[in-house]
């Protein structure tokens, strides 16, 4: 009798278990085939709505794409974003009504790698740590964006709009900002080894310990800019204005080393390149041997 007491009990646990392994794979199907349908939704939208310079819709579905919902019930558990690298928005309206609960569109993390956002508006966006290696930005707003930390990696950022950007510790290494305007941005420790950003305007920005290392800054205005302990080994400042506060700013002449230089440039030697009569040591700035 207790024998089969046992086995009834064993019989009706594996029943059990079967019971809720059945509606748990039945569950999960259908939460991740809702998931792909709104997915597909979303890129619908984007789609539908290329070469349209308004929103069409493109705010929400992006945000949504870029989203980590819970999984109901298990709310510990995470969708993941979805990949938005070769996006296509040129022109694209990215601003939110001002009458909302946010301000900006909200893409922070987004791996938008090889984007196409040329001309777009995205004043007020948050694009913190987000992926926009080689990603066209060319002529795009993006004035008081925040990319704190943002990968942009030979971005095409020319005669972009950044006034008062945030970009402190963003990686521009070999992008593009010819033409850029930066008044009052925040490039604190952002590394912008190689970058060209001829005619940039810079004014009043926040360049305090960026890298420069390379930099074409010619023709660049750097009026009033804070560039306190930036690091300017062999950049290019030809014709720059640099009434700036250059304190404790490193720079490299023919004395430098071969080491260094190789170290750094793979070239030798290599120089910082300042405007004509210009004296580096009178302005505060410190000789990289």
């Known amino acids: 009798m207790q024998k089969n007491n046992i086995l009834s009990e064993v019989v009706n646990t594996l029943l059990f278990s079967a019971i809720i392994f059945t509606f748990y794979s039945s569950f999960t199907a259908g939460e991740q085939q809702l998931r792909n349908q709104q997915i597909y939704q979303a890129w619908q939208v984007i789609n539908t709505a290329h070469g349209q310079p308004g929103n069409g819709g493109r705010i929400q579905a992006l945000e949504f794409l870029n989203s980590e919902p819970t999984r109901i019930p298990w709310f510990w558990v995470h969708w993941e974003r979805e990949n938005l690298s070769g996006l296509e928005a040129p022109n694209a309206y990215l601003v939110p009504s001002l009458t909302g609960e946010k301000f900006g ?94 005619g940039a305007v810079l004014a009043g920005a926040n360049l305090q310990e960026a890298v420069l290392t390379g930099a ?34 490193k720079y490299t002449d023919n004395s430098t080393s071969q080491e260094t230089c190789k170290s750094k440039f793979e070239k030798y030697p290599c120089p910082t390149i300042f405007p004509d009569n210009f004296d580096p040591r009178a302005a505060g700035m410190e000789l990289i041997k």
């Open 216 to 249: 074409n800054l010619q023709g660049a205005n750097l009026y009033g800019a804070d560039l306190q302990g930036a690091y300017l080994p062999g950049a290019n400042l030809q014709g720059v204005n640099l009434v700036a506060d250059l304190q404790k700013a």
């Open 105 to 198: 569109i909200q893409l922070s993390k987004a791996d938008m790698t090889k984007a196409n956002l040329q001309g777009a508006y995205l004043s007020n966006a948050n694009l913190r740590e987000a992926n926009l290696k080689h990603a066209n930005l060319q002529e795009t707003y993006l004035e008081y964006a925040r990319l704190q930390g943002a990968e942009l990696f030979k971005a095409n950022l020319q005669r972009a709009f950044l006034e008062g950007a945030k970009l402190q510790g963003a990686f521009l290494g070999d992008a593009n900002l010819q033409g850029a305007k930066l008044p009052g941005a925040n490039l604190q420790s952002a590394n912008l080894y190689g970058a060209n950003l001829q």
